[in-house]
């Protein structure tokens, strides 16, 4: 087969596949494969902002520095990042059932290992090891509901499924404050065992194994490398570019690096017999609308959310378990809207609600960058609510787009590009958006110090109020008077608010032009190649 051959291939109608026999029992039956997999994702979901909680804790018990506790969260996106379209390609070629499993199995057994660990460095090990099994076991389940859900039911399970990750997501810092305030801050590793084990429970007795007739049979180790390599970089540079600087020879060093990956990994797939990811996808405007879309949403969302969790805590005073209850609107508005997003797209298609989404979206980050210190709880719950609602049928509606556009046969390479997606996305947003706050507190700090009348401060210690402001954190030194103390307090929380500000603003015009691209959006023309014949 020539490389022409897969591309051709792909362009033409979905080749037929096995369609499964009406379920009996507990074996291969939709909703209970569905409730299957949401117990898995669930524990990946909620280890991406549970842990974010623990890491005081963690600093404290284990001596660790500043630098090392990032790495706890780095080492997991990271990870997580960097092999999520190739994790999607291996269920492809070996099954979703099986990579699943697996995926469920290494993140409970890196979990519990986390808990038994008693240095920094085993901490950081096991959480990339974490996000190597959450990386096997995301797309998998993606491609398991694509398997098993007959077209006309399919946006309501993405839809579900998209509650269980909102909800997860969003309810992470909740229960991880009542874990590390009650329990420790192990605790927050150990539960994923007794899940995990619920999980491979459930997986053994309820999934069923759906191939494609025409699923890959080989595999592309050069492209491979190259993607992982492109992804390494680009995921590394965000990360990195908040400490060397955007303008540094390093930052712009990985981010070439990662172009190059990509346009060599782009000219390899088109010579390879049987690609990582045949370019032919691409030709598809939705799917390639549907994977833009994605980024989109998560610079505006996890960029903006970085900052209200330390205007919530620094700035309001609030506990961990407070501001998380705080965000509770959100988590709502997501748990209700998703199931219903995905009726709605069943019925009027992916389009109108996408672009609704976004720009309610849009209109919530604008009514975020409103806010201020004195600013009560119901404004705050109005525009996280409004948030909830504009991020439901996106979350839903991109994912359906994405995956189902893209042949059966690549369904969790599909998977894979949601994720992957929606990872860098989070690494951009929060890179980007915390370059404009780290810019507007720099510019505004000095002046707001010397309008205030407050003891001029040297460059060196002027560079470190700005980085203590820059979290909402007043430069108070100890044995400060009260009075004054009082008054750095309230420079430091107006500067940082009006960064906070700012980025969200940024995060609203993103919003806005996510609007756009969701106009690109239609309906998956391949859904039918799955269990379109399938009986619930």
């Given at each position: ?104 199995i290494g993140f409970a057994a890196a979990s519990g290992a986390i808990g038994l660990s008693d240095s920094i460095a085993l901490v950081v090990t096991f959480r990339v090891f974490q ?295 989070g690494s951009l947003g929060t890179a980007v958006l915390g370059a404009v706050m780290a810019s507007k507190v720099d510019n505004d700090l000095a002046g707001n110090w010397t309008d ?85």
């Amino acid at each position: 087969m020539t490389s022409q051959t897969t591309v051709d291939k792909a362009d033409k109608a979905p080749e037929p596949v096995s369609v499964p026999a009406p379920a009996k029992g507990l074996r291969g039956h939709p909703w209970l494969t569905l409730f299957s997999v949401a117990i898995g994702v669930m524990m990946v979901a909620l280890d991406g902002t549970i842990v974010a909680i623990a890491n005081p804790a963690i600093q404290k018990d284990l001596g660790a520095s500043f630098a090392d506790v990032q790495w706890i969260t780095n080492g997991y996106f990271l990870a997580l990042a960097v092999t999520l379209i190739t994790a999607g390609k291996l269920g492809d070629r070996f099954g979703h059932r099986q990579t699943f499993l697996i995926g469920v199995i290494g993140f409970a057994a890196a979990s519990g290992a986390i808990g038994l660990s008693d240095s920094i460095a085993l901490v950081v090990t096991f959480r990339v090891f974490q996000g190597l099994f959450g990386a096997l076991l995301m797309p998998a389940a993606l491609g398991l509901l694509r398997a098993t859900f007959p077209a006309e039911k399919l946006n309501m399970a993405i839809g579900i499924w998209g509650m269980v990750i909102g909800a997860s997501t969003a309810g992470g810092p909740i229960l991880g404050g009542l874990l590390v305030q009650h329990v420790s801050w192990q605790s927050v590793f150990f539960i994923n065992v007794p899940v995990g084990v619920i999980a491979l429970v459930l997986g053994l007795l309820i999934l069923k194994d759906h191939r494609a007739e025409n699923a890959p049979r080989s595999f592309d180790i050069l492209g491979i490398v190259l993607l992982s390599g492109a992804m390494f970089c680009l995921v590394w540079a965000l990360i990195k570019a908040p400490t060397w600087g955007w303008g540094d020879g390093l930052t712009w060093t990985f981010l070439a690096a990662s172009v190059l990956c990509f346009a060599l990994f782009a000219i390899w797939e088109t010579r390879v017999k049987e690609p990582l990811i045949p370019l032919a996808l691409f030709r598809s405007v939705p799917l390639s609308a549907g994977v833009v879309l994605m980024v989109l949403m998560a610079i505006a969302f996890m960029g903006g959310l970085f900052f209200v969790t330390f205007y919530l805590q620094n700035v309001h005073g609030m506990s961990p378990v407070d501001s998380g209850l705080h965000l509770l609107p959100l988590t709502g508005m997501m748990i209700v809207g998703s199931p219903l997003a995905g009726a709605m797209i069943t019925k009027v298609g992916p389009r109108i609600p996408l672009a609704g989404g976004m720009l309610l979206t849009a209109v919530a980050m604008y009514g975020m960058s409103t806010l201020e210190s004195g600013t009560g709880s119901g404004i705050m719950s109005l525009w996280f609510a409004f948030l909830g609602l504009g991020l439901a049928p996106v979350m839903v509606g991109a994912t359906e787009v994405i995956v189902g556009n893209a042949p059966m046969e690549l369904s969790g390479v599909a998977g894979g590009l949601q994720q992957a997606a929606m990872q860098i996305g989070g690494s951009l947003g929060t890179a980007v958006l915390g370059a404009v706050m780290a810019s507007k507190v720099d510019n505004d700090l000095a002046g707001n110090w010397t309008d205030a009348n407050l003891p001029p401060l040297t460059p060196a210690r002027l560079d470190q109020a700005s980085e203590a402001v820059q979290v909402g954190v007043g430069p108070v030194p100890k044995g400060t008077p009260a009075v004054l103390a009082e008054k750095i307090t309230s420079v430091a929380h107006d500067t940082f608010i009006s960064g906070m500000s700012l980025a969200c603003l940024v995060a609203a015009g993103v919003a806005v032009v996510a609007v756009f691209v969701a106009l690109l959006t239609k309906r998956g023309a391949n859904a039918e190649a799955g269990a379109g014949a399938a009986h619930i």
